[in-house]
């Protein structure tokens, strides 16, 4: 399983844009499932966004129009650009990746913190 390091979380203010970089420590081209998750204070973490090996989206109802997620195979990384953000955003945001659609056969990184003030 490859290693992963999230980077690019801070703070920022409603309606302000950050971009999280996601780092392997190994090729992802053959990795299916590279996703981003998030889990603020008290509650389950949750999908944010995920792309395939062949290049598919999926967004959580509450990311899409304005969260967008990519993968550079060539720099093992995956990106998660987020503009518009709302308090609500406010959580740590994890990386993982992952062989099938189910996180827990995958690798997680430590998390980065992404707090939007109001």
């Known amino acids: 399983q490859v290693q992963l390091v999230e980077s690019g979380g801070g703070l920022v203010q409603a309606g302000g844009s950050l971009r999280l970089s996601c780092a392997a420590s190994?090729?992802?081209?053959?990795?299916?499932?590279m996703s981003w998750y998030r889990q603020a204070p008290g509650q389950q973490r949750e999908l944010v966004a995920t792309?395939?090996?062949?290049?598919?989206?999926n967004y959580a109802d509450s990311a899409k129009g304005r969260f967008a997620i990519s993968r550079d195979n060539a720099k093992n990384t995956v990106s998660l650009q987020m503009n518009s953000l709302k308090p609500e955003d406010t959580a740590v945001y994890y990386c993982?990746?992952?062989?099938?659609?189910?996180?827990?056969?995958?690798?997680w990184g430590q998390g980065t913190q992404v707090t939007v003030s109001s």
């Open positions: 993982n990746a992952a062989p099938y659609i189910d996180p827990r056969l995958g690798s």
């Open positions: 190994g090729s992802i081209s053959s990795i299916n499932y």
């Open positions: 792309i395939t090996s062949g290049l598919r989206t």
